[in-house]
C-alpha cells in the first residue's frame, strides 16, 4: 500500500495557513485521496486544554514551560499522525515543531534549547511558508486576539521561520489571491504524493 504524504504548512499568525490547509484537504479529497486536517497545537487533549488557556490570556505560564508543553502536544501526536500516514491517509498539517521553535525563541529562549525537545519528530514530506509583511498580516480580521499577536513578536518569529528555513521549503506569497495560492500548493501536494509513495516514513527531525 502507498503511504500518505505529511504535507505541512507553516507561518506568521493570519497568513492564511488554516484557509489553505482546510482548501487543500477538500481538494485532494475530490481528486479521490484520502486526507485529513491536522491543527497544532491540538487543543482537544489535556495538554492542549492547558495551552489553549495560555494562548486565551486565560492564565500564564513560564516560556520554558509552554514551550514544552507545545512539544509535548506534538509527541502525543506522533503515532497517530504515523498510523494515518502508514494506511495511505495524507495529513495536512496547520503548524509544526518550526512553529514552536520560532515563537519561543522570539521571546529570547535560546534557538537551539527550542529546537531540543522536538529532536526525532516525524519529518514532513512537503513543506510550504506562507510569507507575508507582517504590517498585511496586521490588517486582517481577528489580529490580536490571541497572546502571540503583536507586531514586535511576529516581526522576530518571521526572521526565526527564516532562519530555520530547509532548503527544500516552498515559500509562498501569501499576499497572492486565495486560489493563486491553493493552486500552487495544489499542484506541489500532488507532485509530493507521487514521489514519497513508496519511501519509508522520515523520522529524525533536527537530528545529527
Not at 86 to 93: A, P
Request: net charge negative.
Amino acid at each position: 500500500m502507498s503511504r500518505g504524504a505529511f504535507i505541512l504548512l507553516e507561518g506568521c499568525d493570519r497568513t492564511g495557513k488554516s484557509t489553505q490547509a482546510q482548501m487543500l484537504v477538500d481538494r485532494l479529497t475530490q481528486l479521490g485521496h484520502r486526507a485529513i486536517l491536522w491543527k497544532f497545537p491540538d487543543r482537544t487533549t489535556g495538554i492542549g486544554h492547558m495551552i489553549n488557556g495560555y494562548l486565551a490570556k486565560h492564565q500564564d505560564l513560564n516560556d520554558q514551560a509552554i514551550h514544552l508543553l507545545f512539544s509535548a502536544n506534538r509527541w502525543e501526536a506522533v503515532e497517530q499522525l504515523a498510523n494515518h500516514l502508514r494506511s495511505g491517509t495524507h495529513l495536512v498539517v496547520d503548524r509544526y515543531a518550526y512553529s514552536g521553535v520560532a515563537f519561543s525563541a522570539a521571546k529570547g529562549l535560546d534557538l537551539e534549547w527550542c529546537k531540543q525537545p522536538d529532536v526525532g519528530l516525524l519529518k514532513p514530506d512537503l513543506t510550504f511558508f506562507l510569507d507575508m509583511p507582517i504590517q498585511a498580516s496586521m490588517q486582517r480580521g481577528g489580529f490580536g486576539e490571541e497572546r502571540y499577536e503583536k507586531e514586535e513578536l511576529q516581526t522576530r518569529v518571521r526572521d526565526l521561520f527564516l532562519k530555520l528555513r530547509e532548503p527544500d521549503w516552498k515559500v509562498v506569497d501569501a499576499t497572492e489571491t486565495i486560489d493563486q495560492i491553493h493552486e500552487k500548493l495544489t499542484k506541489a501536494a500532488q507532485e509530493t504524493i507521487q514521489t514519497v509513495a513508496s519511501r519509508e516514513l522520515q523520522y529524525g527531525l533536527w537530528a545529527s
